[in-house]
């Protein structure tokens, strides 16, 4: 990334010299190409797009990327057998051994609460509030545990040679 960056430059660097010399013609046109560089030069260093008020780290839950495709988790979770009482799913063979073990993988890193909380939120789809009825905790507790399981689940992901083949 960074050779790519220092090509952007040396070319404005380059293309700003040639503005020096055009004609009035081609100076349009070169005007129009060192915006789009200066452009594609703050959006590589700074990591967003340039203008936008908001970065990606400050979106809303809901526009975060996941570590895991939400469908993906829910089948792994529906072929498991039934934890819970209330658990009256039938079971599923949709997901492949490989998803299977890739998930495993990356669940292995939470603790036994934070799995369980991780498995009711984005498993069973279940509210934060519903949750924190069940395992008699608070709605902010569980939001942390989830937030540490997908920080663990997102390192994982990114260290481990098993969960990046896929």
């Not at 952007?8 to 190409?33: C, N, P, V």
């Not at 292995?108 to 949750?131: F, K, N, Q």
């Amino acid at each position: 990334m960074n050779d790519l960056l220092q090509e952007y430059k040396q070319t404005l660097k380059h293309t700003k010299k040639l503005f020096k010399h055009a004609s009035d013609e081609d100076k349009k046109i070169i005007r129009g190409m060192i915006s789009d560089l200066e452009f594609a030069i703050e959006w590589m260093t700074t990591g967003r797009r340039p203008g936008n008020r908001r970065g990606i780290e400050r979106r809303a839950a809901y526009q975060r990327e996941k570590p895991f495709d939400p469908l993906l988790i829910q089948k792994f979770f529906r072929s498991n057998e039934p934890v819970y009482e209330w658990d009256d799913h039938e079971k599923e063979d949709v997901i492949t051994s490989w998803d299977r073990e890739r998930i495993e993988d990356a669940l292995s890193v939470l603790t036994d609460r934070e799995r369980e909380v991780y498995l009711m939120s984005r498993g069973y789809c279940l509210t934060y509030s519903e949750i924190a009825n069940y395992l008699c905790i608070s709605s902010s507790s569980v939001q942390t545990m989830i937030e540490r399981a997908e920080k663990k689940i997102k390192k994982r992901i990114n260290e481990s040679l098993f969960c990046l083949c896929g």
